[in-house]
């Protein structure tokens, strides 16, 4: 069983750091891929980060490439995402999701945290 609990949002300003963590409270963590998505109001929720089992492949959306880091520790079931030089365009509530195909869309996730707030004043 999955259960993923995102925390670290909250409000910074524009050119801040975040750095959000994704907890998996069931014993599977290291045979999933890892995913951060987001969701900003009014909008579709878009794919961020992927992070393969053994942090082998990693994959970026082009938004945030340079500027995110996505990591992952199996030892301590849990998924980071280190966001830098944020922007108010990255406002969004930050959900973090567990899969099997290392892929860029909802559908290649089975499981999902109930998501973290992250705001970004200009």
């Known amino acids: 069983q999955v259960q993923l609990v995102e925390s670290g949002g909250g409000l910074v300003q524009a050119g801040a750091s975040l750095s959000l963590s994704c907890v998996d409270a069931?014993?599977?963590?290291?045979?999933?891929?890892m995913g951060w998505f987001r969701q900003a109001p009014g909008k579709e929720r878009e794919f961020v980060a992927t992070?393969?089992?053994?942090?082998?492949?990693?994959h970026y959306t082009e938004s945030v490439r340079g500027r995110f880091t996505i990591s992952r520790d199996n030892a301590k079931n849990t998924a980071y995402l280190q966001m830098n030089s944020l922007k108010p365009e990255d406002t969004a509530v930050y959900y973090c999701?567990?899969?099997?195909?290392?892929?860029?869309?909802?559908?290649?996730?089975?499981?999902w945290g109930q998501g973290t707030q992250v705001t970004v004043s200009s």
């Open positions: 992070i393969g089992r053994s942090s082998m492949i990693i």
């Open positions: 999701a567990a899969g099997t195909l290392l892929g860029t869309g909802i559908k290649d996730y089975n499981y």
């Open positions: 069931g014993r599977t963590f290291s045979a999933h891929d």
